[in-house]
């Protein structure tokens, strides 16, 4: 049973970097052919792709957030991590790491995913 728990702090400050990791246990990040994913949940909207990383450790982002978005693992570790810079108060979300199979297209169907974390981005 792969299980994916997200950590990081719950307020960010506008225009500050907001990092996420995600702990994966059950499986390993570099077993093929997973893709290891961000997902997140803007209040009162729908849930948001918004990048990956796989098992061989090339990245995939949503174009509308790649300028400001850096997905990266640590393999001795078993996490991964996101990286967003420069957060609006729009950022404020629940955010999801999560695990599929290779993405048919631009579609990913997860089959493993973390219970979320809430990030508000406030001053």
């Known amino acids: 049973q792969v299980q994916l728990q997200e950590s990081g702090p719950g307020l960010v400050k506008p225009s500050q970097t907001l990092s996420l990791t995600c702990t994966v246990s059950?499986?390993?990040?570099?077993?093929?052919?997973?893709?290891w994913s961000w997902i997140r949940q803007p209040p009162g909207k729908g849930l948001e792709w918004m990048g990956a990383?796989?098992?061989?450790?090339?990245?995939y982002y949503s174009p509308s957030l790649k300028s400001h978005t850096s997905i990266s693992r640590d393999t001795s570790k078993n996490q991964f991590s996101l990286q967003l810079t420069s957060v609006t108060p729009e950022d404020t979300a629940v955010y999801y790491c999560?695990?599929?199979?290779?993405?048919?297209?631009?579609?990913?169907?997860?089959?493993?995913r973390g219970q979320g974390t809430q990030v508000t981005v406030s001053s």
């Open positions: 999560a695990r599929s199979p290779p993405p048919v297209g631009p579609h990913y169907e997860f089959d493993y």
């Open positions: 059950g499986g390993s990040i570099t077993t093929s052919y997973y893709f």
């Open positions: 990383i796989d098992y061989d450790g090339s990245t």
